[in-house]
C-alpha cells in the first residue's frame, strides 16, 4: 500500500526520488520520507502530509549524494505523524530502512532487543526490523547482507525493504515477501520500487523479485555496475530481464484536471484494447486465450468461484450473473478478505477466478494461493503485467487498461467486466448454450459498445450541472435489478471512496425490507432503470419512492418517457444488451461521483485514508 523508490548509480538520487514519490502519490499514504547518503553519513529527511511538504522540509537542507531511498507510508502500525514515516534508522545510525507490508511477530522482537539494550523512538514494526537486522550483524559480526538474510528467515508477515548503510555508499539490498518489488536497470545504476512509474522515465528494463530473493544491487565508483539474486536459502539465481510495456505519457494527465476524470474518458480506448485480437466481428468469432488453453479445465467444471476485494468484487458480482446466464455454469462470489479464513470447500474441479487491478491485493494472492493448494485450475484477471497474480495463476487474461493512477477504480472495472463478458461469450460458445444467431449479435453488442460509451461520455456536462444541487447531501440510495444490482454497489462505492457521503447499494426488490425507512424528501436515489430485465419491476419501485418525496436520478435507455416522467433528474444511455449495460451504465454513474466530490472540494485523485494497491490484510 505504500510506496517504495530506491536509487543507487552517478546521478544525484533526490531528483529522482523526488519525482518518484510523486509518481507512487496513487497508491495512498499519509506520510513521506528520504534518507540520502553524502558526507559519510545517513541523513534522513521525513514529514507527516504530502510529499510537496516533504520538499519543503528539505528546501534548505543538503539533499546531495548519489544514493538513496524513499518512501510514502500509509500507517498501520503507529498513527500517521513525522516519528512514525520512513526511513528508520538503526539506534546507531549506521542503516537506514524502508519498507512495505507488515511483521507479524514485531512485538516478540521488539522485547528481546530491548532486553538487548535496544531504544525505539517510534511505535512502528519497520523500526523494529531495522534495528534487528542491525543487531544480527553487530552481534555475529556479519555482513550486512547475512544480517539481512537471518533477519528476514526469521521475521513472520510481508514485506518488500530497501535497505542502505554508511559503511558502503555504493549498495542497496532490497528484498520482497507478499509485497512487490521491482528492479530498474540503468547505464551504471539501478532503481528500485514498488512499480514500474517511478522507473519507466529512466529505463525500460526491469526485474520482478519473487517472494524471498534479495537482491544486492551494487554501482562502485569504479567499475561496471552489478546485481545479485539471492533466496532466503541462499541459492543463487539469475535474474530475468523484462521489457516494460508502460509508457510515460500514460502517467500523465492529458490535459484533464485530474487522472480520475482522464481515466473515465479513456474508457473506450481501454475496452477496444481490452477486445483486441478476442473478438472478430466479420469472423463471428470471441476467443481467450486463456480458455483456448485450458478448455477442458473450464468444460469439466463444478462450478466457478470468483474471489476479488472491493471494485474487482463488484466485477465479479456482475460476472456471476453473465456466466450463469450465457454458460449455464455454477458460479459463486467471495471477498477474497474472507475466503481464506472461513475454510472453503474447494474442489478440483473447481475453477477459481481472481481479480484485481494492481495484481499485488494481498487478500486476492492469498486466496489465490490457497485455491492452488487445494487443487482447483486458477485463472487471473488482472491488469499489470508481470505482477504476482498474474504469475502465481494458472493462466489468466490480462484487462490491458493501461496504468490506473486515480485510487478510485474507473477503467480498470469495466475492463474486468469486458474480460468476464467474454469468458461467458467464449465457455456459451464451447458448452453450445447460446445460438450461432445469439452469440454473432452479442458479439455485434459487445463491438459497438466503446462507440456508445463515447455518446454516454457526451452527458457529463449536464451531469456536472445538477450534480452540484448534491453537494451537500448526507446520504445517497443506489437501486438495480439483476446484473445492474452490483453495478448499484459499484455506484455507491465510488461516491463514498472520493466524496465522502454515506452511500448504499441495495437490490431494488430489497428496498421495502428495510432501507425504504429512510426515505424521504432529502435522500436522494439513483435507480439504474435501462428498457431491459424486469423494466416494468424497476418502475414500481421508483413509484414507491416518488411516494414518499424521494428525489430520483435515473439511468434510463434513450427514449424511456415512462422513467423520464417520474425522476427528478436523469441520463440517458444508448440501448444495448441487457449484460452490457453494467459496462455502459457505470460511465454516468463514474461521473456523478466525481463531479459531486469535485463540487466538495475533495482530493478526487487521493482519497483520504485509502491505498491503490492493498497489499496488507
Known amino acids: 500500500m505504500c510506496g517504495i523508490v530506491a536509487y543507487v548509480g552517478k546521478k544525484q538520487a533526490y531528483p529522482i526520488l523526488i519525482k518518484g514519490l510523486h509518481r507512487l502519490e496513487y497508491r495512498g499514504y499519509d506520510s513521506a520520507g528520504i534518507s540520502l547518503y553524502n558526507h559519510n553519513r545517513l541523513n534522513v529527511y521525513k514529514k507527516r502530509g504530502k510529499v510537496a511538504d516533504l520538499e519543503a522540509e528539505v528546501k534548505d537542507k543538503d539533499v ?78 556479519c555482513s550486512l547482507l547475512d544480517a539481512v538474510h537471518q533477519a528476514l528467515g526469521q521475521v513472520i508477515g510481508a514485506y518488500a525493504i530497501a535497505i542502505m548503510s554508511k559503511e558502503d555508499p555504493h549498495t542497496i539490498i532490497v528484498a520482497r515477501k507478499g509485497s512487490p518489488l521491482v528492479i530498474g536497470i540503468g547505464k551504471n545504476e539501478f532503481f528500485a520500487a514498488s512499480d514500474a512509474t517511478p522507473i519507466v522515465e529512466y ?22 555496475a552489478k546485481m545479485e539474486i539471492t533466496n532466503l536459502k541462499n541459492v543463487r539465481k539469475v535474474p530475468m530481464v523484462k521489457k516494460l510495456e508502460m509508457s510515460l505519457s500514460n502517467l500523465e494527465k492529458g490535459g484533464y484536471p485530474h487522472f480520475m476524470l482522464k481515466e473515465i474518458f479513456e474508457q473506450p480506448k481501454t475496452l477496444r484494447d481490452c477486445m483486441s485480437g478476442r473478438i472478430n466481428v466479420d469472423l463471428n468469432k470471441v476467443s481467450l486465450s486463456g480458455v483456448i488453453d485450458h478448455k477442458d479445465k473450464f468444460l469439466k467444471a463444478r ?17 456471476e450473473y453473465i456466466l450463469e446466464k450465457l454458460a449455464r455454469i455454477p458460479v459463486e462470489v467471495e471477498y477474497a478478505s474472507e475466503f481464506r479464513y472461513r475454510e472453503p470447500l474447494i474442489y478440483p474441479d473447481d475453477v477459481v477466478i481472481a481479480i484485481s487491478q494492481s495484481g499485488e491485493t494481498a487478500d486476492t494472492l492469498a486466496a489465490v494461493k490457497l485455491a492452488r493448494q487445494q487443487g482447483a485450475f486458477v485463472y487471473g484477471i488482472c491488469n499489470v503485467v508481470g505482477s504476482s497474480i498474474a504469475r502465481a495463476t494458472n493462466t489468466g487474461s490480462y484487462t490491458h487498461a493501461g496504468p490506473e493512477i486515480g485510487v478510485a477504480s474507473t477503467k480498470a472495472f469495466t475492463a474486468q467486466v469486458c474480460v468476464l463478458t467474454l469468458l461467458a461469450m467464449a465457455l456459451a460458445k464451447e458448452k453450445k448454450t447460446l445460438t450461432k444467431v ?16 463515447e455518446i454516454a461520455l457526451k452527458k457529463n456536462p449536464g451531469i456536472a450541472d445538477f450534480a452540484k444541487i448534491f453537494t451537500y447531501s448526507r446520504n445517497f440510495l443506489y437501486l438495480g435489478r439483476g446484473c445492474n444490482y452490483p453495478l448499484a454497489l459499484e455506484g455507491a462505492l465510488k461516491l463514498k471512496e ?20 429512510l426515505i424521504d424528501a432529502e435522500m436522494p436515489i439513483v435507480v439504474i432503470a435501462p428498457n431491459k430485465g424486469n423494466h416494468e419491476k424497476i418502475v414500481s419501485n421508483i413509484q414507491e419512492v416518488k411516494a414518499r418525496k ?11 418517457t415512462e422513467v423520464k416522467g417520474l425522476s427528478d433528474f436523469y441520463i440517458e444511455i444508448p440501448e444495448t444488451e441487457e449484460f452490457l449495460v453494467p459496462i455502459l451504465a457505470c460511465v454516468p454513474l463514474q461521473l456523478l461521483a466525481y463531479h459531486i466530490a469535485v463540487y466538495k472540494g475533495c482530493n478526487v485523485d487521493q482519497p483520504r485514508n485509502l491505498a491503490k494497491s492493498v497489499t496488507v490484510e
Open 64 to 141: 546531495s549524494g548519489t544514493m538513496g531511498i524513499a518512501h510514502t507510508r500509509w500507517a498501520t502500525h503507529g498513527e500517521p505523524n513525522q516519528i512514525n514515516a520512513h526511513p528508520h534508522y538503526s539506534q546507531n545510525g549506521d542503516l537506514a530502512l524502508i519498507h512495505n507490508g507488515i511483521i507479524e511477530n514485531f512485538q516478540t522482537l521488539k522485547k528481546e532487543l530491548v532486553k538487548q539494550g535496544r531504544t525505539f523512538y517510534s511505535e512502528t514494526d519497520t523500526e523494529v526490523l531495522v534495528q534487528f537486522i542491525d543487531y544480527i550483524r553487530t552481534s555475529n559480526s
Open 203 to 224: 529505463t525500460k528494463d526491469v526485474v520482478y523479485l519473487e517472494d524471498e530473493e534479495i537482491a544486492v544491487l551494487t554501482v562502485p565508483a569504479k567499475g561496471k
Open 303 to 319: 462450478r466457478i468461484i470468483i474471489v476479488g476485494c472491493g471494485t474487482s468484487w463488484h466485477a465479479g458480482l456482475v460476472g
Open 438 to 453: 445469439q452469440l454473432e449479435r452479442m458479439i455485434r453488442a459487445m463491438h459497438e459498445l466503446p462507440e456508445k460509451i
Open 498 to 517: 472520493i466524496s465522502y457521503i454515506h452511500a448504499e447499494g441495495y437490490p431494488a426488490a430489497e428496498m421495502k425490507h428495510g432501507p425504504i425507512a
Open 550 to 560: 424521494g428525489r430520483v436520478i435515473s439511468i434510463i435507455s434513450e427514449g424511456d
